[in-house]
């Protein structure tokens, strides 16, 4: 490294490193998200969150979804949440379970949900998120998963008891 870019670099560790706002166990948390697929699909997430550690949160989501010429389609899944919460920026990674009902055939059929997300949480109270999920189609054998991608916004409530770092 440079003698230049050392004061650069520090100051990005000092950036990435400063946490003014981290989950911590007792909290809850509510988000909702659009999200876009091919198909083109388009989408809506509403979850919801209990922080059972610094680091796990359990809940369920709802994802209705519409496609262009096929009609829509709604599933639920209970989630579960891993996430690396030291940073601002906070990378998590999700798997969701549930059942899923596509208003041409009725009926439900298995939902499965897998999701990557960075979250960018500037203050204690909210955050703003990306994220990228590969879900079943509730149309389609749970063998043909379908990728999404998303923006939310994340509200966090109630006390945490944890201690931040």
Same mark, same amino acid.
């Given at each position: 490294?440079? $003698?230049?870019?050392? $004061?650069?670099?520090?100051? @990005? &560790?000092? +950036? %990435?490193?400063?946490?003014?706002?981290?989950?911590?166990?007792?909290?809850?948390?509510?988000?909702?998200?659009?999200?876009?697929?091919?198909?083109?699909? %388009?989408? /809506?997430?509403?979850?919801?969150?209990?922080?059972?550690?610094?680091?796990?949160?359990? =809940?369920?989501? @709802?994802?209705?979804?519409?496609?262009? =010429?096929?009609? #829509?389609?709604? @599933?639920?899944?209970?989630?579960?949440?891993?996430?690396?919460?030291?940073?601002?920026?906070?990378?998590?990674?999700? +798997?969701? /379970? #549930? =059942?899923?009902?596509?208003?041409?055939?009725?009926?439900?059929?298995?939902? +499965?949900?897998?999701?990557?997300?960075?979250?960018?949480?500037?203050?204690?109270?909210?955050? &703003?998120?990306?994220?990228?999920?590969?879900?079943?189609?509730?149309?389609?054998?749970?063998?043909?998963?379908?990728? +999404?991608?998303?923006?939310?916004?994340?509200?966090?409530?109630?006390?945490?008891? =944890?201690?931040?770092?």
């Amino acid at each position: 490294m440079s $003698p230049r870019s050392a $004061p650069l670099a520090c100051a @990005a &560790i000092a +950036l %990435l490193a400063a946490s003014p706002a981290g989950a911590t166990q007792g909290e809850h948390e509510a988000s909702a998200a659009l999200v876009v697929g091919g198909g083109p699909v %388009l989408g /809506a997430d509403a979850q919801w969150l209990y922080h059972a550690s610094d680091f796990w949160a359990f =809940g369920a989501t @709802a994802r209705p979804r519409w496609s262009v =010429g096929a009609a #829509g389609a709604i @599933a639920a899944d209970v989630t579960a949440r891993y996430t690396v919460d030291a940073l601002t920026w906070i990378p998590s990674v999700a +798997l969701g /379970a #549930g =059942g899923g009902w596509w208003s041409d055939h009725g009926g439900v059929t298995p939902a +499965l949900r897998a999701e990557l997300s960075l979250a960018w949480r500037p203050a204690r109270s909210w955050a &703003i998120v990306a994220r990228a999920d590969a879900e079943t189609d509730p149309a389609s054998p749970p063998t043909s998963p379908r990728w +999404l991608f998303g923006v939310g916004y994340v509200r966090y409530f109630g006390r945490g008891i =944890g201690v931040d770092l």
